[in-house]
Structures are given as structure tokens and as C-alpha cells.
């Protein structure tokens, strides 16, 4: 055993080494005895804990009481109480955490002897180790937040250097976290303006608030490769234990830039064009309107726009206008040539074009109009319209005549031909040589005669007839001419070729006699060749189909090749090539009726191709 001599000894050192705070009571809170740490601990003189009026337990906040009650049941049963954290309220009203432990003591009166340790600095180091731990977390998931950010954010400090970055500015700007962090925000900066960045940086930092920027600090980026783009940046100011920091959010608005040239663009576009140009609400108030408009309906912006646009509708249109509103509204574009009204209350032809406007998710959210003076177009498409009436119906007159002229020729010169004939039959005897010879002459012309009327009946019938299209194969057509003119002229050898399958979209009987003409013409004009050679085929070019007749025969000089299809013009003598020059004329109006074209090509001695087009659809001719 330890001596008591010792024990106390042992017991003062401790009380008096200024580690422990020390106190006696009994259990109902009187103390006997208290040490200067315990008494430096709670701020109360040793008079004023030793006094009878002083209670040990009103130093428990209320909070704590229940577990001193506890404590002191437990020490009454043991002898012994647990060490625990609890906290005591110093005379200045502040509370001061402590550890306590309690244990009895022998006598004639039973005493408690309680150790106190001072927890204050203990639980400050743990609040620190907390708050770096909260620190480190928020830190986290500030980073997180950054990254998660749509624009490129930079944290710089006072003196311009970056301190954190996201990916979107990695991304952005083409350099590495480590690349940035440390360096100067100028970096980031076109270096023509780098000079000037440091007062504006410095201007925010002292106002919040960065001074107007004008020409000596536009908002432009640099980029790792040294390329700049246009950017918006947002500041805020972030309130840091190591001071002040902005945060930079840097968005590139390149394609804004480029939008907002394109609208600019647009709108001088529209501005100076010469059509009216009008934005209306889907209910046909007017929101916009260009001078083009002002210039053609006489109304100022000023005075329509905020007005429905029916007010240039006439009263009898109001029908047509009402179902071209409902169908655009509909997202349909509409295409119209009506008739408005000018502010005077004159009436103007328009070609309008009427669309949709839609949003972004497609919407129709409004309507534009481009409307268009065609009043002198019209006019001169009616004088047109007159002027190809009267001229088609003098040409009725004059083929309806030349029929008539034609036909009625006939009947006095079968009487001319015919008092010839018998002249010739039963006078002969009663004529000379020469008489006879003028006798055949009058045979000769009136036959001539004869064949250039039919002729022109031929032509007359090819402007005259109706045309009546369909699928027609002219290859098939070509070898039944090319046969019937082989078996009229059975002794001649001609080399044939006719390309297969060759079909159109035509009058089968004006194809007929077009083939009959051309492949005729080239049968005649090949007579004279000892290898003669006639051709039938198409070529594909340009988007249409070139049809053509090719012989080897006596051709012709191209500086004549305008008279071809003029009618009764001849390039050969009737003693050369017998003809009446009709044919080919025919073959021009069998053409032209279908909207085609024809030309030739040749050369005297050489022989010549004739080439012709047949379009599917009419193109106007008649």
C-alpha cells in the first residue's frame, strides 16, 4: 500500500500543477474545498465558491442536469462515477465544455472528490478538423458544380491569377487545368487588348463594377492555337477566408455574332427591296412593314402597323383573303396574283406570296407577305393576249382562205389540163413541132400547178387538224416510209439504219407525214450517190431528246440554210430534184405544233442531217 502520507502528496501535486481542476462537496453540491485551476476554470473567487449560500450543481446548464442527477445516484451506490463531457456555466454567463470524473472519499462525513479537464481547446481542434472537413466538402462540390456549369468558368484573385477553371473552359479555350491555374487571366485575352484588361480587372475588384468598354476592350477570347472568337462574360464577386475572388463565366456567342449579321442583313435586305415586304400576326394585325410596302400601298409604317392588314383587301376579295389566312395559318405557303388597295382607294395587280412564320418547335407563330406591283406585267400580258388573238385569228382567216383559194383552183385547172389534153389528142395533126411543144408546155405547168396546190391543201391541213397526242414509235414509223419508198423505187440499193425504240409523245398522223417528208427528202436528194445511206435515230443531251434523218446525198450550202423551211423556197432546180418546196415547211409546223424545234446541218455534195425535238408536253405552240 501507498503511504497516506504519500497519497497526500501525490494528491496536492496534481492539485496544485495547474492541469486539473479540483474540487470536494458533499452530494448535495456544498463544497469544501476547490483548487485554483478549478476556480480559474469557472471565474469565481474561492470566497464565493466556499460560502454557504454557493451551489455546486447551479453550474450545470439545465440541459446537462438530468445526467448530473444520474451521476450522483451512481456515485452514491459505487462510490464511483464515470468520466464524462458535460459543460459548466462560468460566472460570466459563458459555458466552458469540460470532462469530469467523481469518486468518494472516506470520513466521518461522506465527500465527493471530482476531477475537471478544461475540453475548450480540444473542442476547438475538433470544430477546425470539422470545419476543414466541411471546407474540403464544400470545395467538392463546388468543383462538381463548376464542371456541371454550361459556360466556361474562371476564378481569378486580385492579382489576375486563375485559380480554378472547369472543363467547359478546357474545352473552350484548348488548355489543360494545369496549363491555366497560375497563370495571369491575360492568357485567355487577344493581346492587342491585354494592356488595357488589367484597369478594368482592378476597376471590378475595387466597385464591382467594370467601367463602360469601348473600343479599347471588345470582348474577345484567345485560344490555345491563337485563334480569337467573340464572348459574353458574366462577373461575380466570391467572398473567400483568403479574400476576394471573381468568378467568370465566359460563354462563346460566335454563332450569335453570326445571327445577329445574318437578321441585320436580312433586315437591310428587306428595307431596300423594291417588294413590300409585310409581317402579320395569325390574326392579320399588321407588326411589320417595309418602305418597299409604304412605297406601293401608300401607307406609312406609322400609320398601319397595330391595324388589321384587310384594310389594302377590297371589299371583293375578303372571301380569298379570309381562305389564303386559314391555310397559311395551317403551315401551308400560298402563291397568289390578286388585286389590293392603296391608301388613294386605287386598285393595284400584286403577285403575293404568302408563308409561315414558325418558332423554334415548329409552331406557326405568325405570317410574312411579299407582295409585288405587276400591274404593268398585266397590262402587258392582256395587250399580248389581244395582240395573239388577232394575230391568230388573221391567220385563220388567211389559212382559211388560202384552203379556199387552193380548193377552188382546182375545178379551172382540171378545165385548163383537160381542153389541153384534147387539143392534144384530137388536133395534133392540125399543130406544128413548136404548136405541139407549148401544148405539152401548158400540160406540164398545169400538172406543176396541180401538185403545189395539193400541197398547200397538205400544208393548210397540218395547221388546221386538231392535235391529238399519243405514244407513238417512230422507229416503227421510219422502216413503213423507208419500205413504202423502197417499193416505189424497187432498182435502187440504199443502206438503212434505224435506231430501235424510239417512241414519243405526238400526233401519230402529223409524225407520219413529218417521217414522210424528211426520210422522203432524203431518199430523193441520195438518188444520185452509187452508195447511198439513210439514217434514223436520236441523240441524249442537255435534258431532252434530239431526233434526227441523215443522208449522204447532195446536201446543201449552209449559207441558205435560213430558206429550208420557207414555203415554195428551193435550193435545187426542178430539173435537178423535182419538188414544190412545201415539204419541209410541213415538217416545221408538224414540229412547232408539237413545241419542238428543227434545224439542219449539211454541206454540198456532202449530204445533210436534219434534227428535231418532240417534247413530251406542249409548250404553246399551236
Request: glycine share 8%; net charge negative.
Amino acid at each position: 500500500m501507498v503511504p497516506i502520507a504519500d497519497a497526500e502528496a501525490r494528491f496536492t501535486r496534481l492539485s496544485e500543477s495547474g492541469i486539473v481542476g479540483v474540487v470536494v462537496g458533499n452530494l448535495q453540491g456544498r463544497v469544501v474545498e476547490i483548487n485554483d485551476t478549478a476556480l480559474g476554470l469557472l471565474g469565481y473567487t474561492r470566497e464565493e465558491v466556499l460560502s454557504p449560500e454557493f451551489v455546486w450543481f447551479n453550474l450545470t446548464p439545465p440541459e446537462w442536469r438530468a445526467a448530473d442527477t444520474r451521476a450522483v445516484e451512481q456515485l452514491s451506490k459505487s462510490g464511483v462515477g464515470a468520466l464524462r463531457e458535460k459543460e459548466y456555466i462560468r460566472k460570466d454567463g459563458s459555458r466552458v465544455p469540460v470532462l469530469v470524473g467523481s469518486a468518494m472519499v472516506g470520513g466521518e462525513v461522506p465527500l465527493a472528490l471530482s476531477f475537471v479537464l478544461d475540453l475548450t481547446e480540444r473542442k476547438q481542434a475538433q470544430a477546425a478538423v470539422e470545419r476543414l472537413r466541411e471546407s474540403r466538402a464544400t470545395e467538392a462540390r463546388f468543383r462538381a458544380l463548376l464542371d456541371t456549369a454550361p459556360d466556361a468558368m474562371v476564378i481569378v484573385d486580385q492579382s489576375g491569377t486563375i485559380a480554378l477553371v472547369n472543363g467547359q473552359t478546357e474545352a473552350l479555350f484548348g488548355y489543360t487545368r494545369s496549363e491555366l491555374v497560375g497563370q495571369a487571366i491575360e492568357l485567355l485575352i487577344p493581346e492587342r487588348f491585354r494592356a488595357a484588361h488589367p484597369a478594368h480587372r482592378q476597376s471590378y475588384f475595387r466597385d464591382h463594377h467594370v467601367r463602360p468598354m469601348g473600343a479599347d476592350l471588345e470582348l474577345h477570347g484567345r485560344r490555345k492555337d491563337g485563334s480569337e472568337f467573340p464572348i459574353e462574360v458574366s462577373l461575380s464577386p466570391l467572398e473567400t477566408e483568403s479574400g476576394l475572388l471573381v468568378s467568370s463565366a465566359i460563354r462563346d456567342i460566335t454563332e450569335r455574332k453570326k445571327a445577329e449579321q445574318q437578321r441585320a442583313s436580312l433586315a437591310s435586305l428587306v428595307e431596300s427591296s423594291d417588294d413590300a415586304i409585310i409581317g402579320t400576326s395569325l390574326e392579320g394585325i399588321v407588326t411589320s412593314w417595309n418602305e418597299g410596302a409604304h412605297r406601293l400601298f401608300g401607307y406609312s409604317a406609322d400609320e398601319i402597323l397595330g391595324r388589321p392588314i384587310s384594310l389594302i383587301v377590297p371589299p371583293e376579295r375578303e372571301l380569298e383573303f379570309a381562305a389564303t389566312l386559314r391555310s397559311v395559318a395551317a403551315g401551308q405557303v400560298q402563291r397568289v396574283e390578286t388585286v389590293r388597295r392603296r391608301k388613294d382607294g386605287s386598285l393595284v395587280d400584286v403577285s403575293l406570296t404568302v408563308s409561315p412564320v414558325r418558332d423554334t418547335a415548329g409552331r406557326v407563330v405568325s405570317i410574312a407577305k411579299v407582295a409585288r406591283d405587276v400591274t404593268e406585267r398585266r397590262r402587258t400580258e392582256r395587250e399580248l393576249a389581244r395582240a395573239k388573238e388577232t394575230a391568230e385569228a388573221a391567220s385563220r382567216e388567211l389559212e382559211a382562205f388560202s384552203y379556199s383559194v387552193a380548193h377552188d383552183l382546182r375545178a379551172p385547172l382540171r378545165g385548163m389540163n383537160g381542153f389541153a389534153q384534147v387539143l392534144l389528142d384530137e388536133y395534133k395533126d392540125k399543130f406544128d413541132a413548136e404548136g405541139q411543144d407549148w401544148l405539152n408546155e401548158i400540160l406540164l405547168n398545169a400538172n406543176r400547178m396541180a401538185a403545189l396546190i395539193d400541197a398547200l391543201l397538205s400544208l393548210s391541213r397540218v395547221t388546221r387538224s386538231e392535235l391529238h397526242r399519243e405514244s407513238v414509235d417512230l422507229s416503227n414509223l421510219a422502216r413503213l416510209v423507208l419500205s413504202s419508198l423502197k417499193a416505189a423505187d424497187p432498182d435502187r440499193e440504199v443502206v438503212v439504219n434505224v435506231q430501235e425504240q424510239l417512241t414519243v409523245d405526238a400526233d401519230s398522223t402529223l409524225a407520219r407525214a413529218l417521217l414522210d417528208n424528211l426520210l422522203g427528202n432524203a431518199w430523193k436528194f441520195s438518188g444520185r450517190v452509187s452508195a447511198a445511206q439513210i439514217s434514223f435515230g436520236a441523240n441524249e443531251g442537255d435534258g431532252e431528246r434530239v431526233f434526227y434523218v441523215r443522208d449522204n446525198g447532195a446536201g446543201f450550202d449552209m449559207g441558205y440554210a435560213q430558206k429550208l423551211f420557207a414555203p415554195f423556197q428551193r435550193l435545187h432546180q426542178n430539173h435537178e430534184f423535182a419538188g414544190t418546196g412545201i415539204g419541209l415547211a410541213t415538217v416545221q409546223r408538224i414540229v412547232h405544233r408539237h413545241g419542238g424545234r428543227i434545224w439542219a446541218e449539211g454541206a454540198t455534195g456532202e449530204g445533210a442531217t436534219f434534227y428535231f425535238t418532240l417534247p413530251a408536253e406542249r409548250q404553246g405552240a399551236r
